[in-house]
Each structure stands twice: as C-alpha cells, then as structure tokens.
C-alpha cells in the first residue's frame, strides 16, 4: 500500500499537493516527509489536496497539524481540498474544521 | 443466536498490518451486519486507532508480540476486541488536546486516538489484563440474515518473509 504524492507547482505562489491512498501511520510519515521537503525548498503556502484519500486516521490528522503550525512559522499556511464526508467527518469530530481552511476544489484554495 | 466469536486475527506488531484489519474489519461488518456505511467508516477508523495504539504498546516492551483481535456477534451488537502485551495504561489520565480555539492546539500532534474511538462506536472499554490493555469496541445493530456462524482464524504473523518471531 503506497501513498501517492504529486506536488504541482504551476500554481504559484501555491504548491499543491495531492495525496493519493491511505494515510494511516504507516503511510503518514512518507506524508510529514513531503511536507518537510516542500518547506524547505521554500514553498510556503500548501494545499494538500485530499480528494484521492480513501481513509486518514489521527496520525494523518497529527502531520497535517504538524505542518499547519511549520509553515504558520514561516509566515505561510496549509489548506486544505477535501469534499468526501467520510474524510471531512474526522476533521469535524476533532474539531479540526475550525483549525484548518478547507476548500471543495483547488482552484477555491489558490483563489485567496 | 447467542454471543458468538466469528473470527480471530493475529498481526505483527508491524503498522503495514494495520490496513489488514481494517479491511477484515470492514468485510465482516459489511457482510453480516445491517449497518449503514458511514457506521461501518466509522467502525474502521476506531479499528485503526486502537491497532495503532496496541503496536505501539507492544513495541515499547514486547515488541515482538503480535496484536490480537477478536470479531464477537450478538443478536443485536457486534464487538470488536484488540488486545496488545504492552504496559498498560490509566484511561482515566490521559491528557487531552486543548480547545480548537487556543493557540496551544497546534502543538498537540498525538493523543487524538482515544477520544475518537469512543465518539466513533457505540460503546468502548479499555481494561487493563493481565499482560497488557484489551479495548472493546460495540456496534450495535442486527444482523443481516440468521445463519450460524463458522469461527475463522487467521495467524498474519506467521507468514513467510517476517521477522522471526522469539
């Protein structure tokens, strides 16, 4: 089982990543590692597009928090694309909803 | 039809496996239950959190001790056991994240687990046995017809090309 990761940087000054799969903590830290990789090529505002996730548990909710506050620290911001409930009532039950901009497509998210 | 065990899984304590019991997991309760779909999602994600929990249990003291799970039905419930040989823990002191609306919430990146599975299921216990934390997980719903029902088991850590075990 292997997440998939495509980053598009034709978004400018957007990257968006969409993720493809299951993000569970087996797969999430391939997750945080992309992430990690994306700040520190100085890519600043991500939108992690989660339209392809089939199932994202609390490690998947833990490194999307993770790089919300990395990039809040350098000024920058992670949003979220996400329409399948399944996926959206995790972050409803947790609250998340308030903590993270979630958008119904990618190009709602590089609007802003 | 009384309490009944459908079916036992053995997983190394190993998060590849964890996707195994979900998928087992889902199939029995799609198979054999009523349930609507966003309950069966639901049964899944709290399956997930308390696999990933009990190996992370298991790997801090045992590590080399497989997590077993247990699928019960009733009439009008089924059951979900996962069982690790971990340390234990108090339920009663976990700490949890703080409001959505306090800057502090960014810095809690674990611990949602538990508060999930019991918003997720019907019901949830975590009892401490004798080698380490057995977590129950109740569905309540009938079932989808009335046939008897056959136990299956299944030993993952057993398959060829793993780690031996002690």
Redesign the interface.
């Given at each position: 089982?292997e997440l998939g990761l495509e980053v598009d940087d034709s978004r400018r000054p957007y990257t968006v990543l969409a993720v493809k799969g299951?993000v569970?903590?087996?797969t999430a830290p391939r997750l945080r590692e992309k992430l990690v990789e994306l700040v520190s090529q100085g890519k600043h505002q991500i939108v992690v597009d989660l339209e392809g996730v089939d199932?994202l548990?609390?490690?998947g909710?833990?490194?999307l928090?993770?790089g919300?506050?990395r990039l809040?620290s350098h000024d920058g911001d992670l949003t979220l694309v996400c329409t399948h409930?399944?996926i959206l009532?995790?972050f409803e039950?947790?609250?998340?909803t308030?903590?993270f901009s979630i958008y119904g497509t990618v190009d709602e998210a590089v609007a802003e | 039809m009384q309490r009944a065990l459908v079916l036992e899984l053995d997983i190394p304590s190993s998060p590849e496996f964890i996707a195994i019991v979900r998928l087992v997991v889902a199939s029995v309760a799609s198979a054999r239950r009523a349930l609507a779909d966003e309950r069966i999602d639901d049964l899944k994600l709290a399956v997930s959190e308390a696999c990933t929990n009990a190996i992370e249990a298991n790997r801090s003291i045992r590590p080399n001790a497989p997590v077993h799970i247990e699928i019960w039905e009733s009439p009008d419930r089924l059951e979900v056991t996962i069982e690790d040989s971990g340390p234990g823990f108090d339920p009663e002191k976990l700490s949890f994240p703080p409001p959505v609306t306090d800057p502090e919430r960014l810095n809690f990146e674990r611990g949602l687990g538990i508060p999930l599975i019991k918003t997720l299921v019907d019901s949830a216990s975590f009892v401490r046995t004798d080698s380490g934390t057995s977590v129950r997980m109740t569905v309540f719903g009938g079932p989808v017809n009335g046939d008897d029902t056959a136990t299956i088991y299944i030993d993952v850590s057993q398959l060829p090309g793993l780690p031996d075990a002690e």
């Open positions: 089982m299951e569970d903590v087996y199932f548990d609390s490690t909710l833990g490194v928090v993770g919300l506050k809040r409930q399944r009532k995790v039950i947790t609250g998340l308030k903590v | -």
